[in-house]
């Protein structure tokens, strides 16, 4: 079957592009690799949505997929993994299948950014976590560092400081960098300790983790904890795009406020995209812009 639009990525912007574009009649097809609603269901709690005091980031997707179902949006559980150009347009995935389209909007968002270190990977699901939300119930009553200042990082802090005996903040610069409600809030949490203008040079433990080496300006200091959530921001992930979706020099394909990539009928929305500000609000405007800019595009030719 020959879709009009095709949808990769099912997060905020890609499930808003889906939807928009099923109102506007279109026939649509949402590709996720993972799981609906991306990053946003990692947040403990939202309260900066319009027209809710607060919500998890899986209400947040579990409703949002349910609308974009009942518009009759076509899903399928596949990783898009190259789109070819032409009159045509040919989404390729993983699994070997193929799917035509008129115009394809990419949405693939971001993953969580890693520290790089020599033996991260290996303490993974060992003791190194990204989701309170997942993983905090495994550190009740234990010791655990959190490294970041942003809003992640701070929303990490505030439901691990419900679970644990101690928080300790690591944070390279020396202030914190979230909104000001959450560090107020934090301010109140008699568990929680601040290490400033500090980097995580080493991950200590055999099989399982058991502190940190951190670099304090120039002076070496020793974190033991149970556990660590590295919440230090997002990566894009585009690079299977790139011959369709230029990108710039940090992997984000390079599009304005029009959503418009270099390639006609390829478009671009969310996170994964060059812009100042990622919220899911600017995710969500992503997609209605990119989809009806998708539907114009095809009502030209």
């Keep these: 079957m020959k879709y009009d639009i095709i949808v990769i990525g099912a997060g ?3 499930m808003t592009a889906a939807l928009y574009a099923a109102r506007a009649d279109r026939q649509v097809l949402l590709l996720e690799k993972e799981s609906f609603g991306g990053q946003v269901v990692f947040s403990p709690k939202i309260e900066n949505y319009p027209g809710f005091l607060q919500m998890s980031g899986n209400d947040f997707a ?4 349910e609308q974009v179902l009942e518009q009759g949006v076509t899903v399928e559980l596949d990783e898009a993994v190259e789109i070819r150009d032409g009159n045509t347009k040919t989404v390729v995935c993983a699994s070997g299948a193929e799917f035509e389209c ?5 949405a693939t ?10 033996n991260e990977e290996s303490f993974v699901g060992n003791g190194i976590s990204f989701c309170a939300v997942c993983d905090g119930a495994f550190y009740q009553g234990q010791n655990v560092a959190v490294i970041g200042g942003g809003n992640s990082a701070l929303q990490e802090a505030v439901l691990l400081s419900d679970l644990c005996a101690k928080v300790t903040i690591v944070q390279n610069l020396d202030y914190l960098t979230g909104e000001g409600k959450l560090v107020s809030l934090l301010s109140t949490r008699d568990n929680v300790d601040y290490i400033y203008g500090a980097t995580v040079e080493k991950f200590l433990g055999d099989g399982e983790l058991t502190g940190l080496i951190l670099n304090q300006k120039g002076t070496k200091v020793r974190l033991d904890v149970d556990g660590v959530f590295v919440a230090i921001g997002q990566v894009p992930v585009n690079d299977a795009f790139a011959p369709v979706a230029e990108l710039d020099a940090r992997g984000y394909v390079i599009a304005g406020e029009d959503c418009l990539t270099k390639t006609p009928g390829v478009f671009v929305a969310g996170d994964c995209r060059t812009k100042s500000i990622r919220q899911i609000t600017t995710a969500c405007g992503d997609g209605a812009v990119a989809a009806m800019t998708a539907c114009r595009y095809l009502g030209e030719q």
């Design 102 to 106: 008129g115009a394809v909007i990419i």
């Design 12 to 14: 905020p912007a890609g």
């Design 62 to 65: 579990d409703k949002l997929i």
């Design 109 to 118: 968002g971001s993953k969580h950014r890693m520290l790089g270190l020599e």
